[in-house]
């Protein structure tokens, strides 16, 4: 059971926009900045978004995120079938003293 | 640029342990902490430690209180994780993962798959 909580699946056709949720808490999320990665099947997770809303370099800017109270989303406009993969979000807790993570969403490009 | 790189694919008994490696490269090493986050097949990420390099202090969570020993080697920028008691659902993808750079999770180790089996 993941500590932030995110919907399995999203899907969408190329060109959509495409949001992902994640929720949390007052010690997670409510107090510390979210993070976005993005993992391809069979490779490690990679940072696509920071700081809720800041994308490093080399990721496109179809991809921003939000945050607001103990939830964040993410948001994919533009979908390209480059897309598909595994989304999770992150936050410092400040309970645990660590990071927690969603359970991750499944993103699918019909 | 950063890299991360681990040890190799590992298949251990129940009840043995297992220790895995993870060379830093590209930045200071002991500017940073480092995480270890495990994955089980078809699961989320799941944090297991962390280990403040500069003053050389770990945090487990507790999950993992006494089986999990988070150690490095400053003078090799290598870090190491020591897993032990292994029970058939330890069988995941481990990652190194470094924090307090662009975010307190940012560049991550190609993964070290662990198969505990009878």
């Known amino acids: 059971q993941s500590v932030l909580t995110q919907p399995p699946s999203a899907s969408g056709t190329p060109g959509q926009r495409v949001t992902i949720s994640c929720s949390g808490s007052s010690s997670n999320i409510g107090s510390n900045t979210v993070i976005w990665f993005q993992q391809l099947p069979g490779t490690a997770p990679k940072v696509f978004i920071y700081s809720n809303n800041e994308r490093p370099s080399g990721v496109p800017d179809r991809f921003s995120g939000s945050k607001s109270g103990t939830s964040a989303s993410l948001a994919i406009s533009g979908l390209q079938s480059e897309d598909e993969a595994d989304y999770h979000c992150a936050a410092w807790d400040d309970s645990l003293n660590g990071p927690v993570f969603g359970g991750g969403t499944k993103l699918t490009v019909l | 640029q950063v890299h991360l790189v681990q040890s190799g694919a590992e298949v251990k008994r129940p009840g043995a342990s297992v220790k895995i490696s993870c060379k830093a490269s590209?930045?200071?090493?002991?500017?940073?902490?480092m995480h270890w986050v495990r994955q089980a097949p078809g699961q989320g990420l799941e944090w297991m430690g962390t280990?403040?390099?500069?003053?050389?202090?770990?945090h487990y969570a507790q999950e993992f209180q006494g089986r999990l020993t988070v150690t490095s080697d400053t003078s090799a920028d290598t870090l190491y994780m020591d897993l032990s008691s292994l029970r058939s659902d330890d069988t995941a993808v481990y990652y190194c993962a470094r924090g307090g750079g662009l975010a307190v999770v940012d560049y991550w180790g190609q993964g070290t798959l662990v198969t505990v089996s009878s």
């Open positions: 280990i403040n390099l500069n003053v050389i202090k770990t």
């Open positions: 590209g930045y200071t090493f002991t500017n940073y902490y």
